[in-house]
């Protein structure tokens, strides 16, 4: 993610900010046995998501931005010094957290969910089980609006979010998103020959009508992304 969009990200934002309140420790403890305290872990007694929380210098205290990577090989960075999480926290000056998706493996340990063979994991459970970490980041930054943000794969978990658990963000950002599944395969098996239909993902742009008319969305996508092209992008804003 290059600083210029981290820029506009802002203006969503800040778009309603209110006082801050401490946090609060709510006790969950992981099925690993580690304790949801928001810093590393996050989820439920069912299911924890691996994270880490990048506090800025002189941070403002009214937004919490949550980001959620792309698709990966199984595997993604959490780290506090590069990467998207970071542009995020230093371009906005808000806490943010980097979240690791269900089944995802970092330096931190692995996130509880299935990664289905690193592959074909936009499903229900998996949505799910964001939404129960987000519910649970609401607990633990009362006061705060927060931001959800997904790049690539995970831009299309934030549409399914958005849809399947809507009050689980004040607002949504997908950038480079894949959100209309079935031929955004096709277009990956005949442009990089990588695999093919996914019968186990969910489809943003199918999901979209659940998507509340108050949510506040907003896609971003780069005019030559080869990849997840414009026009996945586009699908889903007409069918908004």
């Known amino acids: 993610m290059s600083p210029r969009w981290a820029k506009r990200i802002g203006a969503l934002a800040l778009f ?9 420790d709510t006790g969950v403890k992981c099925p690993n046995g580690q304790p949801a305290d ?52 230093d371009k906005l000056r808000v806490s943010t957290v980097a979240l690791l998706r269900p089944g995802y493996q970092s330096e931190l340990g692995r996130s509880d969910g299935y990664n289905l063979g690193r592959d074909d994991d ?36 934030t549409g399914l979010v958005a849809a399947r658990f809507p009050q689980s963000a004040d607002a949504y950002l997908l950038a480079a998103c894949p959100c209309d599944v079935p031929p955004w395969r ?30 506040r969305i907003a896609l ?7 990849n997840t092209l414009p026009r996945f992008s586009e699908a889903y804003v007409a069918r908004l």
């Open 16 to 24: 309603a900010l209110m006082g801050a309140a401490q946090a609060v």
């Open 38 to 89: 928001g810093v590393l872990h996050v989820g439920s007694e069912r299911h924890c998501l691996v994270m880490r929380l990048i506090e800025p210098a002189q941070a403002q205290t009214q937004v919490l931005a949550v980001f959620m990577h792309g698709d990966n090989s199984g595997r993604s960075e959490l780290r506090t010094d590069r990467g998207n999480a970071f542009t995020l926290a």
């Open 122 to 157: 936009y499903t229900a459970g998996n949505v799910e089980v964001v939404a129960t970490a987000l519910a649970q980041l609401r607990q633990l930054h009362p006061g705060k609006k927060l931001l959800l943000v997904g790049h690539s794969g995970g831009a299309a978990m």
């Open 186 to 215: 096709e277009w990956r098996q005949s442009s990089a020959g990588r695999g093919g239909f996914w019968p186990n993902s969910l489809s943003p742009l199918a999901e979209a009508p659940k998507v509340p008319v108050s949510t």
């Open 220 to 226: 971003i996508v780069g005019s030559q992304d080869d």
